[in-house]
């Protein structure tokens, strides 16, 4: 075990892990961080996507050691009630379905928007083929960036 120090959603912790855990686990199981999901562990699918150092990351296949020092967003850091523009555009388009891969894809969603408020239709289309949706929502999510940017263009 050794000790790692983050700043998650704003607050510093210390973590104490081996230093190969995925930094997903250490979300879920050391902070209880469960909005972001495991599903392929691979680093394919998106459903475990958090902002590390202001840029997208699969949590699964990054490790605690490389994550140190590090300062990670994760779902539950973009607002308290869940009522960020991206969550509140995903609610008006009625997007989930089954809901699992959906922090994924609003982390996805958040990092193009944070750094280019006005992508194209081809820009959205690149950022969120890298996340899977298996109820196939896609157009439903779609939509939902167009309510995400247009609200944060207001």
């Known amino acids: 075990m050794s000790s790692f120090k983050l700043i998650v959603n704003k607050e510093k912790k210390t973590i104490s892990a081996d ?12 902070l ?7 599903a392929c562990g ?9 902002i590390v ?3 997208s990351v699969r949590s699964c296949t990054l490790s ?3 994550a140190a020092q590090s300062e990670v967003i994760t779902i539950e850091g973009l607002s308290e009630k869940g009522d960020h523009p991206i969550q509140k555009a995903w ?11 959906q922090p994924g894809f609003i982390m996805s969603a958040f990092d ?12 959205v289309n690149n950022v969120l083929s890298g996340n899977i949706c298996r109820c196939g929502t ?3 999510i779609r939509k939902a960036m167009q309510i995400a940017v247009k609200v944060g263009n207001q």
């Open 53 to 55: 150092n202001g840029k």
């Open 32 to 38: 209880g961080l469960t909005g972001t999901k495991y």
């Open 19 to 30: 230093p190969d855990t995925p930094l997903l686990w250490v979300l879920r199981d050391i």
């Open 138 to 140: 896609y157009s439903r």
């Open 91 to 101: 609610m008006e388009a009625d997007v989930p379905q089954c809901g699992y891969c």
């Open 42 to 50: 691979k680093g394919l699918c998106g459903s475990c996507t958090v």
């Open 112 to 123: 193009l928007l944070s750094k280019n408020p006005n992508p194209t239709e081809e820009e």
């Open 64 to 66: 605690v050691a490389d």
